[in-house]
């Protein structure tokens, strides 16, 4: 049986200190106590609790502390190092009592260096009510309450010294406690409703017909409303496709969270280098694009200044927080629609007064027409550059609100649906096919200058300056809620995740992500034209993994609730029509694949050594050893690369089994080798009733055990308790184990539980 889940004091022996009588159990408190500052047992990562009443004082800040149906908190537990105990007043720590009557109990944990700094917190009650779960850990009974605990019945004295004054409170424990509710009391991030969140994703897809309806004449001719309109019924297919996938496990990542609970780990990064790419890729082009549009009003102007100029504006704004980015984007969005309305009513006005023998005509049977089956296909590729920003609602789904993303998926679908056709048909029959090829990038004003005159012109770029601008927004939106993905699943820096103290928004994604975009821009001497087609392959490729995981999904979840299902003709419709697309943009211009793979490339290959840095710190470590024998550097470098493997490895990763069949246990273990770093696997059973159980649970983890050698399987069952969010923090708070390094079989029919609700549980196996 493996002992290091249980605390020093603990011991394989029946007669275990949870079974002593009181007086021993304080008597062996009372002993640590006084050999704290002493004793070298307790390191200064050692955990201590530390118990400070606030029962009558009642500060406003505990307010937020409450979840609904529950009384107002009288005790705050104060997880700390033994050093910050003492130097609090307190030469004993306190067990956690259980509670009565309407009092409510928090375990908030503080850096171990110091005594603030809290860092989470969550409640040592059930979500019902009752006395928190017990567990039983190799089949010993164990609370889990850290390094020395001891248990104590309910009737025993809170345990605070007689100096203290009568409030419980030492000298120097408010200070603790105020610094504690300062930070617990900021108020969480507001949700995005409907019109923010599709602003977001929205001034990306909309601001497209800027440069999607000129490109799409070019190839398509008379024929670009068609193409327009195809892939526009693409876009219908896939919103059922996102529909489903998403909701089924609402978390940010996009196709890489799809592919994710579907696939392997290393399958799911390629989608998530190519979503990077493309999201590198739509800053960069929405910034050039939208200088080059004010460049057309305003003459003169350094595009190369405005261009950085627009990134580093957006990059403090995301900075500062995205409610305050989504309101940025929703007047831009608003502003943008109603001017595409003026547009096409004006555009409408014309084209009744010219009919289709003034433009139209000509233009069917000008030398720049292609024939029917070329321009269709080049048209229909060309067009769909027109869609991009429509995976972007699902990489900040977990900032919605509840319901809205679906909604999202309808509003981006819409807009596309019925401008783009519109703009392409009426510069058809306003304009002659010559100015609409000579003027591409900028077709849109010239349709304006065509239907009403030089102010519609400057109106039209003006808006495409500010909407394109927007799009940066959907940009550094897109990558944050994916980076902090990708860096909780241990696929990029930790580091990466830090929230600064002023807004609470992870200003190094921000920073890096503009530091690319800048340096990638000045790189290709603002020539954004290969940076597009790398741009048009990268969401289109994202696009069909997108449905993929959703066949995926069908056939290996396909017990998995969900609230929205596709047909399988509408998966595999958007399926085809994607890669028809994206064959359609390599063959347009074949060298655009040359620029993607050198992209791609780089991308990846930083992706990948993050991803697979155990392995590099093993190969650095052999070569160290032989570079370095026979020198005094050869014990520092070799202990500094073990202790970083050792960093990687020593996250636990939990596999929750509602039964005992080794099969299913083995599977996972299995998985958690191929796809995760790490040599210590905990396989957690949540029941109610010890009665229920799994025959030979714990036999069978211990055959695991001595299965694997190199991974430590250890077992767990939580009794008290249903299988449900509070199972999941009850984890997380004893074990320091993230709620995405927790993974479940794919759930069936009879599943209860929410998916969402679990927090980021991750499924593994079918």
């Not at 409703?193 to 800027?210: E, K, M, P, R, Y």
């Not at 504006?313 to 001017?339: D, K, M, P, Q, R």
């Not at 058809?428 to 591409?440: F, G, K, Q």
């Amino acid at each position: 049986m493996n002992e290091s889940l249980l605390p020093p004091n603990s011991n394989n022996n029946n007669n275990s200190s949870s079974n002593n009588g009181n007086n021993s159990s304080r008597n062996s408190d009372e002993k640590t106590a006084a050999q704290l500052e002493n004793t070298e047992q307790w390191s200064s990562a050692s955990s201590f609790r530390v118990e400070a009443r606030v029962m009558g004082r009642q500060p406003s800040e505990l307010e937020n502390w409450m979840f609904p149906g529950w009384g107002r908190a009288e005790v705050v537990h104060v997880r700390a190092s033994p050093q910050a105990a003492v130097a609090a007043g307190h030469k004993e720590f306190v067990r956690k009592k259980r509670t009565k009557s309407n009092a409510a109990y928090w375990n908030t944990q503080v850096p171990l260096a110091e005594a603030a700094g809290v860092v989470r917190r969550r409640s040592s009650r059930s979500s019902n009510g009752e006395a928190p779960p017990e567990m039983l850990v190799n089949g010993v009974e164990y609370d889990g309450h850290g390094a020395g605990h001891q248990r104590f019945s309910d009737n025993q004295e809170d345990g605070f010294d007689g100096d203290e004054d009568a409030d419980g409170l030492s000298d120097e424990a408010p200070e603790v406690i105020n610094r504690i509710l300062e930070q617990e009391s900021r108020p969480p991030h507001a949700l995005l409703g409907q019109l923010a969140a599709t602003a977001i994703c929205g001034n990306d897809i909309t601001a497209s017909c800027f440069y999607t309806v000129g490109l799409t004449a070019t190839y398509a001719g008379v024929f670009a409303p068609a193409a327009l309109l195809a892939v526009g019924i693409m876009l219908y297919f896939f919103r059922a496709v996102y529909a489903e996938v998403v909701t089924s496990k609402p978390e940010n990542g996009g196709a890489y969270n799809a592919l994710l609970n579907t696939t392997a780990k290393s399958t799911a990064s390629i989608a998530a280098c190519l979503t990077i790419l493309s999201y590198i890729a739509t800053a960069v082009v929405s910034a050039s694009s939208a200088s080059s549009y004010l460049g057309n009003v305003v003459a003169e102007l350094d595009e190369t200044m405005i261009t950085i100029g627009l990134l580093g504006f957006f990059a403090l704004l995301n900075i500062i927080g995205i409610n305050e980015s989504a309101t940025v984007a929703t007047v831009l969005f608003l502003v943008h629609i109603g001017t595409l309305l003026v547009l096409v009513t004006v555009s409408f006005i014309k084209f009744t007064s010219l009919g289709f023998s003034t433009h139209f005509v000509p233009n069917f049977h000008s030398d720049l027409q292609m024939d029917v089956g070329k321009a269709i296909f080049y048209g229909f590729s060309a067009a769909s550059l027109g869609i991009s920003g429509f995976e972007t609602s699902a990489n900040f789904v977990e900032e919605q609100r509840e319901g809205v993303f679906p909604l999202t998926l309808r509003n981006m679908w819409a807009a596309t649906f019925v401008f783009n056709p519109l703009l392409g048909f009426f510069s058809l029959t306003n304009m002659p096919m010559a100015d609409i090829t000579e003027s591409s990038d900028v077709v849109l004003a010239k349709l304006g200058g065509h239907s009403s005159g030089h102010w519609l012109e400057v109106w039209i770029s003006i808006d495409a300056f500010l909407v394109l601008s927007g799009s940066i927004i959907t940009s550094f939106v897109g990558v944050c809620g994916l980076c902090k993905r990708l860096a909780g699943d241990r696929c990029l820096p930790a580091f990466l995740t830090t929230e600064n103290e002023w807004r609470r928004t992870p200003h190094w994604i921000i920073i890096s992500f503009f530091c690319i975009c800048v340096s990638m821009y000045l790189a290709l001497h603002g020539n954004t034209e290969s940076l597009s087609g790398v741009y048009s392959i990268a969401f289109l490729t994202v696009m069909a993994l997108f449905a993929v995981g959703d066949m995926l999904l069908k056939y290996k979840r396909g017990t998995m609730p969900r609230k929205y299902r596709a047909s399988w003709p509408a998966v595999i419709s958007a399926f085809v029509l994607v890669v028809i697309a994206l064959f359609g943009t390599i063959l347009r211009k074949p060298q655009n694949l040359r620029y993607f793979v050198f992209y791609f490339t780089g991308t990846a290959t930083l992706f990948f050594v993050t991803f697979a840095r155990l392995t590099v710190l093993k190969l650095t470590l052999s070569a160290m050893r032989r570079i370095l024998k026979g020198t005094r550097l050869r014990a520092p470098v070799e202990r500094f690369l073990q202790d970083a493997i050792h960093a990687v490895t020593a996250q636990s990763i939990v596999f929750f089994s509602n039964t005992s069949r080794l099969d299913v246990m083995n599977k996972a273990i299995l998985y958690i080798r191929e796809n995760e770093q790490t040599r210590h696997v905990l396989i957690v059973h949540v029941c109610e009733k010890e009665s229920d159980v799994p025959s030979h649970f714990a036999e069978h983890v211990q055959v695991l055990d001595a299965l694997y050698p190199k991974v430590q399987v250890d077992s767990l069952v939580l009794l008290g308790i249903p299988f449900c969010r509070d199972a999941v923090d009850e984890l997380t708070e004893r074990y320091d184990i993230p709620p995405n390094l927790m993974f479940i079989a794919a759930p069936g029919k009879r599943f209860r539980v929410k998916i969402a609700s679990l927090g980021g549980v991750r499924v593994i196996t079918h």
